[in-house]
């Protein structure tokens, strides 16, 4: 009888098994077993091919006819020596005499124990719960701790919400049982004629000059004011060449150019002037735009206070689609326009064109009357020439002393109906 000689082994790296796989080594946690080839394995991988991190998770579940038994290389469970050594499974070619060498993962697999009760408990209420409920179970036993985060924020806010709910609606309730339905509805109606004074400036009505009415420290503050400086340096040095590029490049509203042409040669009222231009042109432009989606929505080269201040003032913030965004609404519109009327007024020596106004900010006749008489302005009418044998009827806005009494839309309606 002759022995059988084996070729020489050689080692063959072949790396992972297939493209998506390691091979498993398991090891007990509670002992060895003694009857290995009766255990049946299964294993899961997760599917998710967006996230790299999860991309590699695996869960492993084994049973006897005693117990059964999970592992996974994730989480709290997972072996730490999985980041720090590389296992290797080799597997020798008799014939060939090659060890073939494949990339492994060490799993350490913990018995599982479970009351029938308790597990058929849980089946029932899982089988209750809504798609979200199951999809923040999800994320409380494998989510990042970035997902973990969000779902407790939104649990709070849910709760917080649910609360302020309940107290709005015991709210409602007790003064719709204290006044009656009848009244309420007649101070809606009175408060939708008072909509535009909410968001007026500040008016001194007892003021004895008109520059007191709507004063010029309720519009800008020394900061804000002085951080104007730079910006309007480029309207506090226009030539008459440089407002008819302007023109011709439709760079400015009308007011501003007309406005720019009418500077005056005094060194210090040339600042002032040029700083309340440039602010009332930001201001235009800011109203144009219907969602803010970047803090630098007008440029560069606006302050930093300066665009806080339009933010926090001019706009709404609200939450959409899991984000926070600005938008300015229709009555921060009307209150855009406000103070545009009121910085054209301490431009204009309190007495501005409206109509020309009216048609840079893109408004109707009506809206723009409607906000220049909730001002108390005094309204007149006044020929412009356009061109030679050429004439323009306009609408004059003055701030004079003392004010006219102060009109709602509600209260011309009822004129209206008099005459």
């Not at 302050?303 to 933010?311: A, E, M, N, Q, V």
């Amino acid at each position: 009888m002759t022995a059988e000689v084996l070729p020489s082994a050689r080692w063959l790296y072949c790396g992972e098994p297939d493209k998506n796989q390691r091979a498993v080594l398991v090891q007990f946690s509670n002992g060895k077993l003694q009857n290995p080839g009766n255990m049946r394995f299964t294993l899961y991988q997760s599917n998710d091919s967006n996230n790299p991190r999860k991309r590699g998770q695996r869960i492993l579940a084994a049973e006897t006819e005693r117990l059964s038994y999970v592992g996974n290389n994730f989480g709290t469970g997972a072996l730490k020596c999985n980041t720090l050594c590389r296992h290797f499974v080799g597997i020798l070619n008799k014939t060939s005499g090659q060890m073939e060498v494949y990339d492994a993962e060490l799993f350490n697999m913990q018995p599982l124990f479970a009351d029938d009760s308790i597990e058929s408990g849980h089946t029932a209420e899982n089988q209750n719960k809504t798609f979200r409920e199951k999809m923040d179970s999800c994320i409380e036993a494998f989510g990042t701790t970035k997902q973990k985060r969000a779902l407790n924020s939104r649990r709070a806010n849910r709760v917080g919400s649910d609360s302020l709910n309940h107290a709005v609606a015991k709210a409602a309730e007790s003064i719709i049982d204290k006044k009656g339905v009848d009244a309420l509805v007649g101070d809606a109606i009175q408060d939708e004629s008072q909509d535009d004074s909410v968001y007026l400036p500040p008016c001194h009505a007892d003021a004895a000059k008109p520059e007191d009415v709507y004063k010029f420290e309720d519009l800008l503050s020394p900061a804000e004011y002085e951080a104007l400086q730079g910006p309007s340096e480029a309207f506090r040095s226009v030539t008459a060449e440089d407002i008819l590029k302007m023109a011709e490049e439709n760079r400015h509203c009308c007011f501003v150019l007309e406005a720019l042409k009418s500077l005056p040669s005094d060194e210090e009222r040339r600042d002032h002037q040029a700083r309340c231009i440039w602010f009332l042109d930001a201001l235009i432009r800011f109203r144009a735009h219907k969602v803010i989606k970047r803090k630098s929505v007008l440029g560069p080269g606006v302050p930093h206070i300066i665009s806080t201040k339009l933010l926090k003032q001019f706009s709404c913030l609200t939450y959409n689609d899991g984000s926070l965004r600005n938008v300015i609404s229709n009555s921060m519109k009307a209150k855009i326009t406000a103070y545009v009327i009121i910085l054209a007024l301490h431009i204009n020596d309190f007495q501005i064109d409206l109509t020309m106004l009216q048609r840079d900010l893109k408004l109707s006749e009506k809206r723009i009357m409607e906000i220049a008489k909730a001002m108390r302005l005094k309204i007149s009418k006044r020929k412009v020439c356009l061109a030679p044998g050429q004439e323009e009827e306009r609408r004059v806005g003055t701030l004079c002393i003392p004010l006219p009494a102060a009109q709602t839309a509600n209260h011309q309606a009822k004129r209206r109906r008099m005459t």
